[in-house]
């Protein structure tokens, strides 16, 4: 085989620190070489790259849409090009490549990871989270898996008012083993009254909920305290309960303010607050709520916006 190199920067030196040995590369490329050898072995411009049925090149720069055009100008085949830094905007560039299944096992595994937005998992050996988990919205997911890391020594029970079908109260309470986790829904909709006021007419779509079928997805049922019915009388009793982290997703203005008003008193210090939709054009009650709430408080909260697929607000205290 005759492997390439396209870059000669900290990723081409990261490749040959963890995978390969310089002496098995045949050249590296660069298309503004710094010196004519990188690590012993010789520099040569993409130009001057010679075709074989045995020749790969490794991509070990991240400015790979740059290089995916350089290369389609010079005639080289997508086939021919493995991209170590894969998926670094987002997109798949590695097509099926007959040749890349010559590169070491270890390293070719590593190159044929799922698509990701943060280069590795936050937890080794995968996490409690499934591929499954974040398919929905990767960097909400992804953000909650990191908040979950920094609530250690921060005192209370997690919750979630808006549960639905149970989908990211599954991923807290995978993340969280520990922690207690109340879930406040009426597990059949929204309020149909508010759901008016607020000219919505998307009710039904969230109909279709059960109790039932949100604890079969829980994979620490033992810790879930189901509180069904309309917030915030499904509240009564808690007054005295603190939390460490609140999933605040129930779409209407008037929920949400019904939650921030009993939450974010209740958060000890440390903890988080997850508003979903805040930054949704399609529910602006949300983000009303949530001025309201700082209002009513004369409070700036601290507060984070993600770009996630619904703009959620991260509110820390
Ligand atoms: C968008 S869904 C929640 C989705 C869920 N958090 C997820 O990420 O999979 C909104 C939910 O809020 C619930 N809801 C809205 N207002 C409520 C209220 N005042 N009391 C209880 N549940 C409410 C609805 O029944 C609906 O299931």
């Known amino acids: 085989m005759k492997l390439y190199i396209w870059g000669t920067g900290c990723g081409a030196g990261d490749l040959i620190d963890r995978w390969l040995d310089p002496a098995n590369v045949t050249a590296f ?16 411009r993409p130009e001057q790259f010679e075709d074989s049925p045995d020749a790969l090149i490794l ?18 085949a997508p086939e021919k090009l493995v991209y170590s830094k894969n998926n670094w905007l987002l997109s798949d560039r590695n097509a099926p490549s007959p040749a890349a299944d010559m590169l070491p ?43 979950c890391r920094e609530l250690d020594g921060v005192p209370g029970a997690a919750a979630e008012l808006g549960v639905y079908r149970g989908g990211f109260a599954r991923c807290i309470n995978a993340l969280l083993p520990e922690r207690k986790l109340y879930l406040f829904d009426t597990f059949s909709g929204f309020d149909a009254a508010e759901a008016v006021r607020e000219g919505r007419g998307f009710t039904a779509a969230h109909e279709n909920a059960s109790l039932e079928r ?12 189901f509180r069904p019915g309309l917030f915030p009388s499904t509240a009564e009793g808690l007054e005295d309960e603190r939390f460490c982290l609140v999933s605040l997703d129930v779409d209407l203005e008037e929920s949400t303010l019904a939650g921030l008003r009993f939450f ?19 529910l602006p009650g949300v983000r009303k709520a949530l001025r309201r709430c700082e209002e009513e408080t004369q409070t700036r909260l601290r507060k984070l916006p993600l770009c996630d697929i619904n703009g959620t607000m991260v509110i820390s205290v």
Do not use: M
């Not at 974010?264 to 399609?282: A, F, K, Q, T, V």
């Open 214 to 225: 949100v604890l079969t997805l829980l994979p620490h049922p033992g810790k879930a305290v």
């Open 264 to 282: 974010l008193p209740r958060i000890s210090p440390g903890g988080y607050l997850l508003l979903h939709d805040c930054l949704s054009p399609l």
């Open 59 to 76: 991509v070990a720069s991240s400015h790979t849409e740059e290089i995916a055009r350089c290369a389609e100008a010079l005639g080289i």
């Open 29 to 44: 490329l660069d298309s503004v070489p710094a010196a004519d050898r990188f690590l012993g072995r010789p520099v040569i």
């Open 105 to 147: 096992a270890a390293l070719l595994q590593a190159l044929r990871r799922p698509p990701r937005v943060v280069r590795d998992p936050l937890w080794a050996n995968g996490g409690p989270l499934s591929e499954r988990d974040l398919e929905n919205d990767y960097v909400r997911v992804r953000t909650l898996e990191a908040i």
